[in-house]
């Protein structure tokens, strides 16, 4: 598929001329002639990379490069800011509100593919996971970080991992194991577009192996977190054999070499939300979703757990599937 790359810029001949040379190198490009027409477009498209104009008919470019960043399903997108300032101080300004790189007009027509290109490959080679093509660490650490800046916003984390997938995988190999993986992606994906509250708060990303993550608005987070694990428990089973499937387990060893038996895949997610305390940091984020997604663990079968405790009290275990 085309990389999808999306030009903010009310200059007609200028955006004439990027898409002409887009297009020639065998990009998809998409136009808005406004900030507000591009935010929506951004959000309704989700293009590879976006190349955004700082003069707009309708605001400062940095302000709405600002508002990209602030909503979930853009946070991740790389933005190339365009404009006619080549003093140091607009580059940092563009840069502290979330530009990835800065191009003066005039510009070179190879220089600017070439930036175009870097920006890419830098999602390519870091910021996407290359089995699920979802948002990867570096992505998600950035939703997440600003995420917890929304003091005003009810937000909800929903960590999601798939239970005894090493059993899985080593009965089953590393393509079937795969299969759980894409499979779980998308899943997540569906239920998360049918169900969340958002569009501009939901996100998922997968951070590596068998973890996810969901971001939503804190009042769609336990509905969210039911859906996703009701439907995972109705499809379970079509990644098992017949045999499997009519005894009820797999015989694999455990992590200490002992032969013994386990239960299908299942999902344990534990959810985080600003209701109760103020959160101000991932790191507090990551340390109350490990405490919530062990207690989900530690129910049978597909279940969540949320995190409803407020600054003084101590853990306590909450709503289970």
Not at 26 to 44: C, I, K
Not at 73 to 100: C, H, M, N, W, Y
Not at 104 to 123: A, G, N
Not at 271 to 298: C, D, F, M, W, Y
């Amino acid at each position: 598929m085309k990389p999808r790359i999306l030009v903010i810029e009310d200059d007609v001949q200028i955006s004439g001329l990027i898409t002409t040379v887009l297009d020639a190198e065998g990009f998809e490009t998409l136009t808005a002639r406004s900030g507000a027409e591009g935010l929506d477009l951004a959000a309704a498209t989700q293009p590879s990379l976006i190349v955004l104009d700082v003069n707009l008919p309708d605001g400062n470019g940095l302000h709405y490069c600002h508002q990209l960043r602030q909503r979930f399903s853009t946070a991740s997108i790389p933005v190339i800011i365009l404009t006619a300032a080549a003093d140091r101080s607009a580059k940092l300004a563009g840069f502290e509100l979330g530009a990835d790189d800065y191009i003066t007009k005039p510009f070179d027509i190879e220089e600017f593919v070439f930036r175009v290109r870097t920006q890419l490959r830098h999602v390519e080679q870091g910021l996407q996971s290359e089995l699920t093509g979802l948002p990867g660490n570096r992505q998600i650490e950035r939703a997440i970080q600003s995420l917890v800046t929304k003091a005003q916003t009810e937000w909800a984390i929903l960590y999601v991992d798939i239970d005894h997938f090493k059993s899985y995988n080593d009965v089953y190999g590393f393509l079937a194991g795969n299969e759980v993986i894409t499979g779980a992606a998308r899943l997540l994906g569906d239920v998360l577009r049918e169900v969340g509250g958002s569009s501009e708060l939901d996100f998922l990303g997968h951070i590596g192996g068998d973890d996810f993550v969901v971001i939503t608005e804190a009042a769609a987070a336990e509905t969210l977190a039911r859906a996703i694990c009701r439907r995972w428990d109705e499809v379970a089973l079509r990644f098992y054999p017949a045999e499997a499937q009519h005894v009820g387990y797999i015989v694999a060893n455990s992590r200490q070499g002992v032969e013994q038996r386990f239960p299908f895949v299942s999902l344990s997610v534990g959810v985080v939300t600003n209701v109760h305390r103020p959160i101000q940091s991932v790191e507090t984020v990551g340390n109350l979703a490990a405490e919530v997604k062990r207690k989900a663990k530690a129910q049978p079968g597909s279940s969540y757990c949320i995190d409803r405790r407020g600054v003084t009290q101590s853990p306590a275990v909450v709503g289970a599937e």
